[in-house]
């Protein structure tokens, strides 16, 4: 071996000794195999920063760790950890414990969005207004979204790219899935519906509507061009959703005006159960498609260091066990504060003089993807405009061909009939928004103003549910429909 590859690589082995010393004695033998592979994936990534790899490795090494959009867009919102001050702790296993606290708890630019957490149960303990109960759950699902996020990822690494795509298909949203659980649980079909349709709303107008303005804003003379295969996927699905949900709609306009007739009252709730079953298949298939066979349409861009305390890990930084612990009272939590938003919305309605259509529509899909949000924004700043489609567009496919039917089909075993009719006004936004975000995206190529007009509709249809009020003074709009003993809001 040559001297200066020698040296190249004694003090890379030394680093990585010291940075591992730091931290605690190794793990015992059950885990060796573990810790092994995060040696060679933290080696890979240090060669390819510092350019030993051969030309092509680099990009082959970031391949090898299966990051999707969404792990870039959220690695924007988090931080270096110093481990400066864990250093001089003289217990191994303080240290390690205090290492997890400040890589979950700390190391990320929402971190002052922690205390609206312990906030929103002390309101619920000491039985505050219920509307500042809502606010707080809202602003606590921030950052719990994000550390969600995060720990899939740190979870993903162990578990090898394909199986880490199923977690971020999973628990990309899972905020959305909870709050839908515990809706249907407590028979609130309208805010399941109007909830899920303002997230698919949110991500194709304010959020890539957001990126591509202020995108085209800070790149102009730039060119701004995107992955016309990845949007033309993606809009495809939403399409196919757009319809599932026009077919029980336009079944019932069809069956009160008299031109067809039903074998039995319930062929609507039918209806929307098979088309479910289809969509769900279809999000295989699309699944499938994204991690097997056309896995590089989907390969983020690599975002450039920057020079800010921005971090974009490309090792665990979490052992197994522990990122999967974090993730179960992460996943609590935000059960926990899900459940306070669905129990006080309509007494948030009632106060604020707002119909729940527009709370559920306009204000939960806003601040409980706010982090989302962000990471999609920052990277149109950079001109990665393939993570930003991915973010919001794959949020919106996730929602509209995985989470909607999974809620009718858990809505069937719960007992509770929910369907795949949102109403005319509201499937007619969606089909809009879908068909407008469609055209947008056609060309390849992006600027201010394209952003500029989907935020715009975003606007009109915020406007048009704003008017909307309750009927009457229940602060619950929707109507009754009654099974047995019980009376479902639909």
Request: overall charge negative.
């Amino acid at each position: 071996m040559p001297a200066a590859a020698a040296h190249t690589t004694t003090t890379t082995t030394t680093t990585y000794s010291a940075s591992t010393n730091a931290l605690g004695p190794p793990l015992p033998y059950w885990a060796v195999g573990r810790e092994e592979h995060r040696w060679h994936v933290g080696m890979d990534s240090a060669a390819a920063a510092t350019g030993l790899l051969e030309p092509g490795a680099k990009e082959l090494a970031a391949r090898s760790l299966g990051r999707t959009a969404h792990n870039m867009s959220s690695s924007s919102l988090r931080k270096k950890s110093d481990l400066a001050l864990l250093r001089k702790v003289p217990c191994a296993s303080l240290r390690r414990l205090l290492d997890n606290l400040q890589q979950v708890l700390l190391a990320t630019k929402l971190v002052l969005l922690f205390p609206a957490v312990i906030l929103a149960l002390a309101a619920r303990f000491f039985h505050f207004g219920q509307e500042w109960i809502f606010v707080l759950s809202l602003i606590g699902l921030i950052p719990l979204a994000e550390r969600l996020s995060f720990l899939t990822e740190q979870v993903a690494f162990y578990t090898g790219p394909t199986v880490g795509g199923l977690l971020n298909a999973t628990f990309g949203n899972v905020t959305e899935v909870i709050i839908a659980i515990f809706a249907l649980y407590e028979g609130k079909v309208l805010v399941v519906k109007c909830s899920l349709l303002g997230s698919i709303l949110s991500n194709l107008l304010l959020v890539l509507g957001t990126s591509l303005f202020f995108g085209g804003l800070a790149n102009l003379g730039k060119e701004q061009p995107y992955d016309r295969m990845q949007a033309d996927v993606s809009t495809g699905l939403l399409i196919l959703g757009a319809l599932c949900h026009s077919l029980p709609l336009m079944l019932r306009y069809s069956v009160s005006s008299g031109e067809h007739m039903m074998v039995s009252w319930d062929a609507g709730l039918e209806l929307s159960r098979a088309c479910s079953v289809v969509m769900l298949l279809a999000y295989v298939a699309y699944l499938f498609f994204q991690l097997k066979t056309h896995r590089q349409l989907f390969e983020p861009q690599e975002a450039e260091d920057d020079g800010d305390d921005s971090v974009s890990q490309d090792e665990a930084v979490l052992g197994f066990s522990s990122a999967i612990i974090w993730l179960g009272v992460m996943t609590l939590m935000t059960a926990v504060l899900s459940e306070f938003v669905v129990s006080t919305i309509e007494a948030a309605s009632k106060s604020w003089e707002l119909s729940v259509s527009f709370i559920s529509i306009i204000l939960i899909p806003i601040v409980g993807n706010a982090a989302e949000h962000a990471g999609a924004v920052i990277f149109a700043f950079k001109n990665k405009l393939d993570i930003t489609l991915g973010v919001s567009l794959g949020s919106a496919t996730q929602i509209s061909m995985f989470v909607v039917p999974l809620s009718v089909l858990v809505a069937w075993i719960m007992g509770v009939p929910m369907d795949l009719d949102f109403n005319l006004l509201e499937t007619g936004c969606l089909f809009l928004a879908i068909l407008v975000t469609t055209f947008t995206l056609q060309d390849g190529s992006s600027h201010y103003l394209k952003g500029l007009l989907l935020l715009f509709c975003y606007i009109v249809i915020g406007i048009c549910f704003f008017v909307l009020r309750q009927r009457g003074s229940g602060g619950n709009d929707g109507v009754d429909l009654g099974i047995g003993s019980k009376t479902w809001r639909i």
